[in-house]
């Protein structure tokens, strides 16, 4: 199992550009839907919480993502792999703007579950191209199961009665 520097920062460096992209869809402080309107549950993380765990998912989804391209050429898995990984990556800002953006747990809940899907799949093919990868994002899993009952749960809060 080879990686190369160029690789690595490449692949780490796509996984950032939509951790960022994600990350504009972020309530600021303050923000009067997130903030004031919509009921959370007590246990909802602390805002400060969520930057230090967001960087280290996308830096292991980086990291893995260069395991499994520096594959390149070796395994007939890997174009599939690839593709599963870019459509995880466009759910995963596809959530930020339905939540945030778009002010909708409902269509966020349903984002989720497919996200959710596709980093299951994901982790699937890369585990067939090479383990580590796939073991890499397991943590990235257990958050988004996190993240999809926190949805649900401030869905029941705020518009199911």
């Given at each position: ?101 778009l002010h909708s747990p409902v269509l966020a809940l349903g984002v989720i ?49």
């Open positions: 199992m080879k990686l190369t520097i160029p690789t690595l920062l490449l692949c780490i460096g796509l996984c950032f550009v939509f951790a960022y992209a994600g990350s504009t869809f972020t309530p600021l402080p303050g923000s009067e839907w997130y903030y004031s309107v919509l009921k959370k549950p007590s246990w909802n993380p602390p805002d400060w919480l969520f930057p230090p765990v967001w960087s280290l998912l996308f830096l292991l989804m980086g990291i893995s993502l260069a395991l499994v391209v520096e594959q390149w050429g070796e395994k007939k898995e890997i174009q599939s792999a690839l593709v599963v990984f870019g459509v995880q990556l466009l759910l995963n800002l596809g959530w930020s703007a339905a939540f945030f953006g579950f497919l996200l959710w899907s596709a980093i299951v799949l994901t982790i699937v093919q890369f585990r067939a191209v090479v383990p580590l990868a796939g073991y890499l994002l397991i943590p990235y899993l257990l958050w988004v199961s996190f993240a999809s009952y926190l949805n649900f749960t401030i869905l029941q809060l705020n518009w199911i009665r």
